[in-house]
Every structure is written in structure tokens, then in C-alpha cells.
């Protein structure tokens, strides 16, 4: 369980993944228009690049999205915000993000360690630690994060973490001290073929004081299904659709 002010209580809330497509992924275009379909979050990726900015990009090159087959750590932020993505959009930088948009919160996926300090840089400059939440797959790069952090900022469980707390429900252990530092667990419905919907799994998790939030997930008899097993979050690509769902 974390205390924190970037977490709310008494609803589900809708995670926009890596904001609205199109506009392209990670755009600030996809950001706002992912506030404006009702988003509580925007779930986004940061990785380095060339000159040492925190820029807000999934995959290690931009092949996917606009055909070019470069790192993004080979390229300076001035080249990056000249590329066009295939479904158009602006990339920028964690750091102008969380400018551009004041009063979003963001949920921030470190995908390499060279990108921590970077993106703690941004979050400090910013005065921004009520509104994101620092996590990483990898949780050493999630410790490392947080411990350069002048103040607490929301967190979620890494991998290692997700695995651990299966083993336990396996054997029927408690939750309590795996989350003693964690506001939200994000896992999708299964990995490595683990079930993490199994209704025991989550309603250990949610007694803890530690938010469920669901991803990547599009289908609404999935909402609908997840949230009557208590999932207090979703994330998804189609955040009108759910948006309006879950308002019903």
C-alpha cells in the first residue's frame, strides 16, 4: 500500500495507453485528445536520447511509427522532434509534457537505465511528484528512480514483484509486506503463464490498500468483467470507449 496523492479512490480510473491513436502514440496530440475522451492518466514510455533528454517513446527505434530505423539513443531531441509519425503527431519530451499538459498525471514506464536520471530530472524540474507515478518492468531501475527523488512519488510493483506475489497466492501468504511501498500493481490478465485474474489474486491485492489496474485491455465484456473482480483501474487504447462505458 502507498499513500499518495496521485492515486484516486472511489472509481475506476482509465489509463490512456500511451495516450490516443491515432493521433500516433506518445504524441502530445495523443495526450490531449485522450484528456479530452475523459482519461484520469496517461500511461506513456521513456527511454534517453543522444544529448541526455527523457523522451516519450516505447520502442528502442522509431521503425514501427514513422519508418525510421534508428535508436532513439543515437538521436539528439532536436532530430527526434522533427520526425512525422505514420498517423502524424508531435514527439516531445517528458520534460515538455508534463509543461504542456499541468495538470495531467502521468503514469512513466523507464525502459532503460540510462533514461532514470533523465527522467528524474524532468519530474524535479517540474514539481511534479503529486501527479506521476515512477515503475519500471525492471525494479532495480524503479529503486534507482525513486531513490534519486527529492520527494515520494506514486510507484507500482515491477516484474519481479507481479511474480513473487503469484508464488505467494499460490501458497496462500499473505500480501501485506510485497506491498508495503507499492500504490498499484499493472498486469495484464496473464504472463508466463500466470493467471493474475484469478478473483483470490486480486481481492488479496486490493485488502492491502494497493490499487489492480488491468492493460492493455479494449474489449468492454473484459472491463466489465475485470472491474466485477475488482480491478480499480484499466488501461487501454480505446479510452472513449471505456470512458463512456464505465460512466453507464
Request: charged share 20%.
Amino acid at each position: 500500500m502507498q499513500n499518495h496523492p496521485y492515486f484516486q479512490s472511489g472509481k475506476v480510473s482509465v489509463l490512456a495507453h500511451r495516450g490516443f491513436t491515432p493521433p500516433a502514440e506518445n504524441t502530445i496530440e495523443a495526450f490531449q485528445r485522450a484528456l479530452d475522451s475523459g482519461a484520469d492518466y496517461l500511461e506513456t514510455d521513456v527511454r534517453v536520447t543522444l544529448d541526455g533528454h527523457a523522451v516519450l517513446c516505447h520502442d528502442e527505434t522509431f521503425q514501427r511509427i514513422a519508418g525510421i530505423d534508428r535508436n532513439v539513443s543515437e538521436m539528439s531531441l532536436e532530430e527526434i522532434k522533427q520526425i512525422r509519425p505514420f498517423e502524424t503527431g508531435t514527439i516531445i519530451s517528458l520534460a515538455e509534457a508534463l509543461q504542456l499538459l499541468p495538470k495531467a498525471r502521468f503514469n512513466i514506464d523507464i525502459k532503460d537505465s540510462l533514461a532514470i536520471v533523465p527522467t528524474v530530472s524532468a519530474i524535479e524540474a517540474n514539481n511534479a511528484h503529486d501527479r506521476v507515478l515512477v515503475s519500471s518492468f525492471s525494479n532495480s531501475r524503479r529503486r534507482q528512480a525513486l531513490k534519486l527523488l527529492s520527494r515520494e512519488v506514486a510507484t507500482s510493483a515491477s516484474g519481479s514483484i507481479i511474480i513473487s506475489l503469484w508464488i505467494r497466492n499460490l501458497f496462500g501468504l499473505n500480501f501485506s509486506k510485497a506491498l508495503s511501498s507499492i500504490g498499484a500493481i499493472q498486469i495484464p490478465i496473464k504472463i508466463y503463464g500466470m493467471r493474475l485474474d484469478k478473483p483470490s489474486f486480486i481481492k488479496k491485492v486490493i485488502e492491502t490498500g494497493t490499487q489492480v489496474h488491468f492493460w492493455t485491455i479494449n474489449d468492454l465484456d473484459e472491463v466489465s468483467r475485470l472491474v466485477g473482480l475488482g480491478a480499480t483501474g484499466i488501461v487501454t487504447d480505446e479510452t472513449e470507449l471505456v470512458v463512456n462505458f464505465l460512466k453507464k
